[in-house]
């Protein structure tokens, strides 16, 4: 008894210690192509994002038909973005987190996000180029690329 007992215990520290701890949705792993700041700073523009944001830079425009208009910064040390990852779902997946310190109402209608959906209308070259201008803007924790090897011939 007290040997299965040992037996189970190792298999279990054992397929913690070789990575099977990940849980299958874990986003490790998930590395997005370098962007291009420059490019993302005519994106940030020609999608508008400053008809609801202020960022360092960048006049705000005036929102049609947003009301209450919005105006929520983004960029700098205040705000609560800290890492890669949030700051890229809060594009492609602005209802999974509202953003922070601001009234539930304000920002969001029936739990979903104000936010505009741009998934069916920005391609991912102009949405690693956005990131990559919008990081520019942010205080992040250390970004780690996933280096994979090159297979081929
Ligand atoms: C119609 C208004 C609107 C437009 C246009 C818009 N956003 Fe937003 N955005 C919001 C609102 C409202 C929030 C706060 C609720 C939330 O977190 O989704 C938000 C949140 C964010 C956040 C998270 C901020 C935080 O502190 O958590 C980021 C990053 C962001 N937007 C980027 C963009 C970018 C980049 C664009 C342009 C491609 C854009 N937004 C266009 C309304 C808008």
Redesign the pocket.
């Known amino acids: 008894m007290a040997k299965s007992i040992f037996w189970l215990l190792m298999t279990i520290a054992l397929s913690v210690a070789s990575g099977c701890a990940t849980p299958p949705k874990s986003g490790k792993g998930f590395t997005l192509p370098e962007g291009d700041a420059e490019a993302g700073k005519q994106n940030?523009i020609s999608?508008?994002?400053n008809?609801?944001?202020k960022i360092e830079g960048i006049d705000q425009i005036a929102?049609e038909g947003?009301e209450p208009e919005?105006s929520?910064a983004?960029g700098g040390e205040v705000?609560?973005?800290e890492t890669y990852g949030e700051?890229v779902t809060?594009?492609i997946n602005?209802?999974h987190?509202?953003?922070?310190g601001?009234p539930v109402e304000a920002?969001?209608v029936d739990g979903q996000?104000?936010?505009?959906v741009?998934n069916d209308v920005m391609t991912v070259t102009e949405l690693t180029d956005?990131i990559a201008f919008?990081q520019s803007r942010y205080k992040l924790l250390e970004y780690e690329i996933t280096d994979y090897p090159m297979y081929g011939p």
């Open positions: 940030y999608f508008r994002c008809a609801c944001h929102a947003e919005l929520i983004l705000t609560r973005i700051l809060s594009i602005p209802s987190r509202l953003a922070k601001y920002v969001s996000s104000r936010m505009t741009y956005l919008v």
